[in-house]
């Protein structure tokens, strides 16, 4: 009912009874943009359990929405990740360009376009109809939560949710600390992660681009300078990089892996390679001929390979059953907690809690 805020343990759709971490009360979550990645994200928070209201202002991503979601409730449910009826699951879903219907959302997330006076609007929108307790969460791959409190009524209780594409099926998931998020709703997102079937990540310091774009990015830059020097193809690229890393980054995280392959050879190499390496400042100009051409990739069947639509189509769905696979993969070798070099807590410095004691919460949960 409109008005009354009432909250109860989200049960997850998606987990077995005895698989199922401890819920946090958050019944009814909301999300603002419904493109590729905001249907995926409620396809998730639906199957973990949760009331969902979606925001969408375009009225024919509107129209699209239940399908999509619907169709990827389905896949989930044929991988046995999903154990209701996908059906049932979707009418805990309503769809609609008023934000006034976030007013019972104990968590809202926004995940529009990567623009940061569009979701600065977006959160003022949010933060006029939300009570001051909600959860406002940015699925952002680069913009610092601390740009998005600038402008906020309630900046602590803002932070950057960073979701992993196709959201409903990986396992991946970034809690990002803007400098005004109190560390008890760092918290809570992180549990809510958990209950969402991820294994988040905290960063306590607040870097645009995160973990996995920082160093994605460096991979991408020489990727790009491998190519535009002459010194491969980008088939050649894609197929060494596949063949080598590919081999193991499910297993282990480069740290890790540095461990199982002896760290000193390591060592000897980063001191005549790291000098070598491109240190480039501007967009390559193969990228940018790519855009301006208008490639999109497999969207539009025009990007960096070339594909007829079917192909095209052909490419995205072995890349959301590949999704399914690596995961099923992944937990055959689940992560064993251990103590990092360095120990395995930090603290968070709030000025109106002190120092706050938060785990390095391992990745295992």
Request: hydrophobic share 40%; with cysteine; glycine share 8%.
């Amino acid at each position: 009912m409109r008005g009354q805020k009432t909250t109860y343990p989200a049960k997850s759709a998606s987990l077995p009874a005895k698989a199922r971490p401890r819920t946090v009360a958050c019944r009814n979550a909301g999300i603002v943009g419904m493109g590729l990645m905001g249907s995926s994200i409620a396809a998730c928070l639906l199957a973990a359990g949760h009331t969902v209201v979606a925001i969408e202002e375009d009225p024919a991503r509107r129209r699209k929405a239940p399908r999509r979601v619907l169709a990827l409730l389905q896949g989930s449910r044929r991988e046995r990740l999903l154990e209701e009826e996908p059906n049932d699951v979707l009418r805990r879903l309503s769809i609609s360009n008023d934000y006034g219907l976030l007013c019972e959302c104990q968590i809202v997330i926004e995940s529009v376009v990567e623009d940061l006076e569009v979701k600065s609007q977006v959160i003022k929108k949010i933060e006029q109809v939300v009570p001051a307790d909600t959860l406002l969460g940015s699925n952002t791959s680069a913009i610092p939560p601390t740009l998005l409190q600038q402008s906020a009524l309630h900046p602590e209780r803002i932070l950057g949710i960073h979701w992993g594409e196709p959201a409903h099926i990986t396992k991946f998931m970034e809690i990002i600390c803007g400098k005004k998020t109190m560390p008890n709703h760092a918290e809570h997102a992180l549990a809510l992660a958990r209950q969402w079937g991820k294994q988040p990540s905290l960063l306590r310091k607040d870097v645009r681009g995160f973990i996995t774009n920082r160093v994605m990015y460096a991979m991408l830059r020489e990727a790009f300078h491998l190519v535009g020097s002459g010194v491969a193809s980008i088939a050649d690229v894609d197929r060494s990089l596949r063949n080598d890393l590919g081999y193991w980054i499910t297993f282990a995280g480069p740290f890790r892996f540095m461990d199982l392959t002896g760290i000193p050879a390591y060592c000897a190499v980063m001191r005549d390679l790291l000098p070598d390496l491109d240190c480039s400042q501007e967009v390559p100009e193969l990228m940018q001929r790519i855009v301006q051409s208008g490639g999109r990739g497999v969207a539009n069947a025009k990007g960096f390979y070339h594909y007829t639509p079917a192909q095209a189509r052909r490419w995205e769905t072995r890349f959301l059953q590949f999704t399914y696979d690596i995961r099923a993969l992944a937990e055959k070798y689940p992560e064993e907690n251990g103590t990092a070099f360095g120990g395995t807590t930090e603290r968070i410095v709030s000025r109106r809690q002190g120092r706050k004691r938060i785990p390095l919460l391992p990745h295992g949960g």
